[in-house]
């Protein structure tokens, strides 16, 4: 309790109280009414007059006088507060500032506490003066122990969970991409949904109008790319009458296939009354949906009678079917033959009088790599461009393929079929096919790339 004039700290309540009179004249706090005394000492008489009381605001104002019958307040209770915050000696104005601040303790600090260690007490008698009660600290090494432990817990927890992520990195770098791909398969099927619904109506409706118009001149109009295609276009069905379908047909399937970020695809699956199918892909050209004609013909350079019979040109771009043979030294090569696609009302197994000589190709070379790969992905189900125009329409265990094929002399001086490339995956036209190229080119180079940072 301070004996300045004017500022003051109550013991029973702690409250900062402030006065313009002085201790001696006699005080009470405005807060609890403790009355503010002085320590009886020898020699020393209390003042006479009316003590002061100090009101909840700060001011001072005099006491009514009492009256006989007025009771003296009850002493208070003794007090304990924590001695070490007032253990050196501050001014009333310190320890103002610091009753609003938030006090920092130190990590050891913080371990007491949450242990349970207790600090000094003391106890405030009603006098004012005050009775310190010292408790007998722990050793310091006992005190130590207990802080070691403490961390040591958390140590361990953190070298658990640090080891546990270790062991799931790998997973997580590999379920990464596995994330992103199906993050981006999602997004792309939904792009697919939102084309099919949009524009199915209109594809329908172009297909119907290219299979009931009278004449080829008219046809033309609902193909892609008709300017380029007019020549190849009439040259066709003057040696292959149109075939227009005996009863009518409805759509089974539709399929979106993405060709690239820009360009997608529709293929739609029609059938008759008897069950005969046929198959169509429609692609954008900026004003509607056109058919991609080459693949509906198929479209071949040359008539595949003639030239299998050598008696047309020494070489021509087809669009056949394909089976692959074994051989008896397979390491070193392979073998296919080559088939014409079939005719809408043809019966099932009359395509195959068409079949081609014996091809050979070497198996490790380029073309015959290429080819491998098309064919063990064909019988995983992993078609390009994920069509299902050859799944719906093709016998089994055959694979659709745009070639070039040659008629060449062996070292024997006979005359051999030879595969001169690959153009483009399934019967797809110009447009599929140069996505087709670029993509092997792509490919082609991110390979060369991984070879030479090796």
């Not at 609902?222 to 149109?242: C, E, G, M, R, V």
């Not at 745009?402 to 995956?425: F, P, Q």
Request: proline share 4%; net charge neutral.
């Amino acid at each position: 309790m301070s004996k300045k004039l004017g500022v003051f700290i109550c013991p029973s309540c702690q409250s900062v109280v402030q006065s313009d009179v002085l201790l001696e004249e006699g005080v009470i706090c405005g807060e609890c009414l403790h009355e503010f005394s002085l320590p009886k000492t020898e020699g020393v008489i209390a003042p006479k007059g009316k003590p002061k009381r100090l009101t909840g605001t700060g001011s001072v104002s005099s006491e009514k006088t009492s009256t006989k019958n007025e009771k003296k307040p009850l002493p208070k209770s003794p007090i304990i507060r924590d001695a070490t915050s007032l253990r050196k000696s501050k001014t009333p104005k310190q320890v103002e500032v610091e009753r609003v601040k938030v006090p920092v303790k130190s990590l050891e600090e913080a371990v007491e506490e949450e242990l349970n260690f207790s600090k000094d007490e003391e106890t405030i008698l009603a006098d004012g003066s005050r009775q310190v009660k010292r408790r007998k600290k722990r050793p310091k090494e006992e005190k130590n122990l207990n802080l070691i432990l403490f961390l040591s817990g958390w140590i361990a927890v953190i070298a658990i969970i640090f080891g546990l992520s270790k062991l799931v990195e790998d997973d997580e770098k590999s379920g990464e991409d596995k994330r992103d791909r199906d993050k981006e398969s999602v997004t792309e099927n939904t792009v697919k949904k939102e084309i099919l619904r949009r524009f199915y109506p209109q594809v329908t409706a172009s297909f119907k109008a290219f299979i009931g118009h009278p004449n080829n001149e008219g046809r033309s109009q609902y193909i892609y790319n008709s300017s380029d295609l007019a020549l190849a276009f009439t040259k066709h069905y003057q040696l292959n009458p149109f075939t227009v379908p005996r009863s009518l047909i409805k759509v089974r399937a539709a399929n979106v296939i993405k060709l690239s970020e820009k360009d997608f695809g529709i293929e739609t699956i029609w059938e008759d009354r008897e069950g005969n199918r046929l198959g169509a892909l429609h692609l954008w050209d900026g004003e509607g949906w056109k058919l991609d004609w080459e693949n509906y013909a198929p479209y071949s350079s040359e008539s595949w009678a003639l030239f299998r019979s050598q008696l047309g040109k020494r070489e021509g771009r087809f669009r056949l079917l394909v089976r692959k043979r074994e051989v008896e030294d397979g390491d070193e090569k392979f073998s296919l033959s080559f088939y014409r696609p079939p005719a809408l009302y043809e019966g099932a197994e009359e395509f195959r009088v068409s079949e081609s000589p014996k091809v050979e190709v070497a198996t490790k070379s380029e073309l015959g790599q290429r080819f491998l790969k098309l064919w063990e992905d064909h019988k995983a189900g992993d078609v390009p461009y994920g069509s299902v125009l050859g799944e719906l329409l093709d016998p089994a265990k055959y694979l659709r393929v745009n070639v070039e094929l040659a008629w060449e002399e062996n070292d024997l001086g006979e005359s051999v079929m030879v595969l001169k490339d690959i153009l483009g995956v399934l019967w797809f036209g110009e447009k599929v096919q140069n996505h087709y190229q670029e993509t092997l080119a792509t490919d082609k180079e991110e390979a060369e790339r991984g070879l030479g940072s090796e």
